[in-house]
């Protein structure tokens, strides 16, 4: 039987794309106030593009470093702070502009009020991520938050999902996981042995759906989705 539903947090409950978007806003208000508004829109778009909406690792770079490198040439920016700084700024910032889909806290909300312990199981940085948690006000309805970065261990690592499931003294078969990403999220979730959801949502929309799997387009289908699920 279902016990307990968990998310992922990137363009599962937060809106990664439109949050990406007002960081950029403000990244660019620091670092180059009154700069042109064609090139301005032009370095937009090549920071939209190589940034992949925040996921750089998937777009090639082995770390948000090589981005931040890879940007800096492009735009001849020679007298740029140092890569280590334009990083622990995302870090640092990103969390200061989530944007959580309006369906997010109604949805957690109502599954915790069907009996259901609820949490998230998100890749990143501790700090980054921990922001992210804390300007989104959906910690209220979460049992635990388990961050790569605070134990070592990155999905698609099946052991976060056993992790997880071992801190709330559940079995990984009673756990939904809910999340975009083809190979972290759903993938990774069944590999530990939870039920995954597909949020068929950003920037792996429609690309790699998994047969059996469910998928949702918007939170506000999760309900009976876990419903059709809850005696699995």
């Known amino acids: 039987m279902i016990k307990a539903v968990l998310f992922d947090f990137d363009e599962t409950l937060q809106d990664r794309t439109a949050a990406f978007e007002k960081y950029m806003a403000a990244f660019f208000g620091e670092f180059f106030p009154g700069i042109a508004p064609a090139e301005l829109e032009k370095r937009k778009a090549e920071m939209r593009l190589t940034g992949n909406g925040g996921y750089v690792m998937a777009n090639g770079y082995e770390s948000r470093d090589g981005w931040y490198k890879d940007l800096i040439e492009r735009w001849h920016w020679h007298n740029s702070p140092p890569v280590h700084e334009l990083t622990a700024h995302y870090d640092t910032h990103f969390g200061d502009y989530c944007v959580i889909f309006p369906e997010a806290a109604p949805v957690l909300k109502q599954l915790r009020l069907m009996g259901y312990v609820t949490g998230v199981i998100t890749n990143g940085p501790s700090v980054l991520q921990h922001h992210k948690m804390e300007k989104s006000g959906l910690s209220c309805y979460c049992d635990i938050v388990v961050v790569s970065g605070d134990i070592g261990i990155d999905k698609p690592d099946p052991e976060i999902f056993k992790y997880t499931s071992s801190r709330l003294k559940l ?62």
Not at 196 to 225: A, Q, Y
Request: proline share 6%; aromatic share 6%; hydrophobic share 35%.
């Open 171 to 232: 079995e990984c078969g009673q756990c939904v996981y809910v999340g975009d990403h083809p190979v972290n999220d759903i993938a990774a979730a069944q590999n530990a042995g939870m039920h995954p959801v597909r949020m068929n949502h950003g920037w792996f929309k429609g690309k790699n759906l998994t047969p059996g799997v469910p998928v949702i387009e918007n939170l506000s289908e999760l309900i009976g989705c876990i419903n059709s699920m809850k005696y699995i």
